[in-house]
């Protein structure tokens, strides 16, 4: 099989750091099995951001009422507008001041031979400050993997559009998940650092024959190899 580039993904970040090897198995599968998995989870969770996204900015005429009718003949179309609503408020709630929102932006850059890519369900950039969002559309508590996701993210934006040193934090947002008080989770500040992401990018390259079996396996396109 011939070689391919290294990719690194902030969406699979979490399983990376727990299996370094996957990103090296992942990154040989064409695009068409490495989003594979979830068929149906994915198209419930597809429908809330898409629902949520609109409500943050109006889509076109026609990709609105396209929107609306893959709604309302879903069969769990109450909850995918619960679902995209709250996403919707808690973003435009947690607006940061100057700041300017971007929706579903997706960003790249290389380091060190690896095309690091991150696609953000939502942010707001204002100078020196980035505060990233992430909406989960499952029951359970997303934090941990989620915070992990837009930490990453956030660095490889600074890192791509020269933000050394700005401060971000991550907000998680989880409007069906059973406790109330953990549905929107705001994480503390950190600080963006170019030379700590080329390290931890580093360390994961050292790493990518590195395979640690695990229940991480079962998100991971490679278990097809």
Do not use: W
Request: proline fraction near 4%; include cysteine; hydrophobic fraction near 35%.
């Amino acid at each position: 099989m011939k070689s391919k580039k290294l990719k690194l993904q902030a969406s699979s970040i979490s399983r990376v750091l727990k299996c370094p090897g996957s990103m090296t198995l992942e990154s040989r599968l064409p695009d068409r099995l490495r989003y594979f998995a979830f068929k149906d989870a994915a198209e419930f969770g597809t429908l809330c951001h898409a629902y949520g996204e609109n409500r943050l900015v109006p889509l076109a005429e026609k990709e609105r009422t396209e929107l609306v009718y893959k709604v309302h003949d879903h069969p769990r179309k109450d909850e995918i507008i619960y679902t995209g609503t709250e996403y919707a408020k808690a973003v435009k709630k947690a607006v940061i001041k100057g700041g300017e929102l971007h929706v579903e932006e997706k960003f790249r850059a290389e380091i060190l031979g690896i095309d690091c890519v991150a696609k953000s369900d939502a942010f707001y950039v204002a100078p020196g400050r980035i505060r990233k969002f992430d909406l989960k559309s499952g029951r359970y508590d997303y934090t941990e993997s989620a915070t992990k996701q837009m930490e990453f993210a956030a660095q490889l934006y600074a890192y791509a559009y020269s933000m050394d040193g700005a401060t971000f934090d991550t907000v998680t947002i989880q409007p069906n998940y059973y406790n109330e008080s953990q549905r929107v989770v705001v994480s503390p500040k950190m600080q963006a650092s170019r030379m700590g992401l080329y390290d931890f990018v580093k360390d994961l390259k050292s790493r990518q024959k590195e395979f640690n079996p695990g229940g991480h396996c079962k998100m991971c396109a490679a278990i097809l190899t």
